[in-house]
Nanobody
Framework: QVQLVESGGGLLQAGDSLRLSCAAS????????MGWFRQASGKEREFVAT????????YYADFVEGGFTISRDNAKNTVYLQMNGLKPEDTAVYYC??????????????WGQGTQVTVTS
């Protein structure tokens, strides 16, 4: 079992930057591709970004037009989501998740509990 704990959320203003972190409690962190998802109030959860096992490959959702960067530090068992130029529409609960495979068809097996990001205009 892998536990994932997100942190770094908060209340921001439009244009601010924020880095979310997700710490994984596993001894085999590099065996998992990692992803970030978000869910706005009243909306379905949506994919944001994913990163491969050693960070060599990344993939972002179409709505990500720049300003979001996913990265990972396997030595720290942590995946990050750097968000620059935040907009009110970025307001959501952000979740990290782990999958055994990498790619658009990846099935995420482990999920964190989420961290709230609120962006005001």
């Amino acid at each position: 079992q892998v536990q994932l704990v997100e942190s770094g959320g908060g209340l921001l203003q439009a244009g601010d930057s924020l880095r979310l972190s997700c710490a994984a409690s596993t001894r085999t962190f590099s065996n998992y591709a990692m992803g970030w998802f978000r869910q706005a109030s009243g909306k379905e959860r949506e994919f944001v970004a994913t990163i491969s096992y050693t960070g060599g490959k990344t993939y972002y959702a179409d709505f990500v037009e720049g300003g979001f960067t996913i990265s990972r530090d396997n030595a720290k068992n942590t995946v990050y989501l750097q968000m620059n130029g935040l907009k009110p529409e970025d307001t959501a609960v952000y979740y990290c998740a782990a999958s055994y495979d990498y790619g658009p068809a990846a099935k995420y097996v482990y999920w964190g509990q989420g961290t709230q990001v609120t962006v005001t205009s």
